[in-house]
């Protein structure tokens, strides 16, 4: 991470064994831009650590995967329970956008596309097909949070409700923007995204898998592809 600003530190908001797909910790802007707060977001995903190459993402084989595409219960990561990274409160709670089912990555990009040529946004409502179901929690004045992408209908919480760490806020899910199940997390500096700056984030207490053995980190960022245990 070169950036020189001191990152904030919140609990990890998933618990088990991850890895980070995009993350500062690899390249800012961790997203390839610096709009919508991207700046040092991350991506986390379940995945099969046999497989030696690549991220595959689903129980199923690639044949099959690629061929008919694979159901949202044959992923890794699908259903798993999202926390509150801080005390908070929640500022938006978007739910009911559906989720595409199977999974197939001719869908997949061409609603990316889609939302590439296609999208215009003047408000936050107006980027739920790409954020898909998604949360905004404010931890104080100028620090906000965003979780994206969760499975739809899982949202436990609503706007004005004040939340504690560690708390159950929804499910990881693939709604909007989405080529896998998977949770997007990221600090901001205001809970509107068409002008939000992204804020450094690191997390406060995990375990990385490192030379056979897990190792305790405090206030790390995950690297790409790093296996981590929260």
Known sequence: M????????VRFPLVGEWCAVNTPGHKIPSHGTDQFGLRYAYDFLQIDWGE???????????FKSLLLGVKLKDTY??????YAPFDGEVIEAK?????????HIVCNLSVLIKNTFFFRAESNEDL?????????LKKC???YSLIAHARDGSIKVSAGEVVSEGQMLGEVGHSGNSTAPHLHFQLMDRPNLLEAKGLPCCFNNYKLY????WVSIMNGIPGRRERIHA
Do not use: A
Request: aromatic share 8%.
């Open 141 to 143: 004045k100028d620090i």
């Open 52 to 62: 030696e190459k690549g991220l595959k993402f689903y129980k199923t084989s690639t």
């Open 210 to 213: 490192k030379q056979g053995e």
């Open 95 to 103: 739910d009911g956008m559906k989720e595409r089912n199977p999974i």
């Open 128 to 136: 739920h097909p790409v954020l898909g179901n998604y949360i905004i």
């Open 77 to 82: 990561c699908w259903s798993q329970p999202i």
């Open 2 to 9: 070169s950036d020189t600003i001191e990152p904030i530190s």
